[in-house]
């Protein structure tokens, strides 16, 4: 079992920046590839960014890629989500999960363990 619990989320004004966190426990976080992924209201949970154990592969969503980084620090079993120049297509409820493989994958479906989220609010 790995827990997750995401942090970080807010409300910012379209152009600021956030940093979320997402802090692991349970069974060793460098087994597991980290995703993020996003649930806007009325929408379908989406794929916001991947890293592998090793932070030597990241995966972006096109509608986040140049405003985003996605980083790690397994040795405070957190993973990061940096996001800049935040637009209120942004607003959502952000979740970190975590798959146990090498390299995450960009599907719901393939993730094993999911934090309860945190909340991204975006005003214009």
């Known amino acids: 079992q790995v827990q997750l619990v995401e942090s970080g989320g807010g409300l910012v004004q379209s152009g600021g920046s956030l940093r979320l966190s997402c802090a692991a426990s349970?069974?060793?976080?460098?087994?597991?590839?980290m995703g993020w992924f996003r649930q806007g209201p009325g929408k379908e949970r989406e794929f916001v960014a991947t890293?592998?154990?090793?932070?030597?592969?990241?995966h972006y969503a096109d509608s986040v890629k140049g405003r985003f980084t996605i980083s790690r620090d397994n040795a405070k079993n957190t993973v990061y989500l940096r996001m800049n120049s935040l637009q209120p297509e942004d607003t959502a409820l952000y979740y970190c999960?975590?798959?146990?493989?090498?390299?995450?994958?960009?599907?719901?479906?393939?993730?094993?363990?999911w934090g309860q989220g945190t909340q991204v609010t975006v005003s214009s």
């Open positions: 999960a975590a798959e146990a493989v090498p390299i995450g994958g960009t599907a719901v479906k393939e993730y094993d363990y």
């Open positions: 349970g069974r060793a976080f460098r087994n597991y590839a």
């Open positions: 890293i592998s154990r090793t932070a030597a592969i990241k």
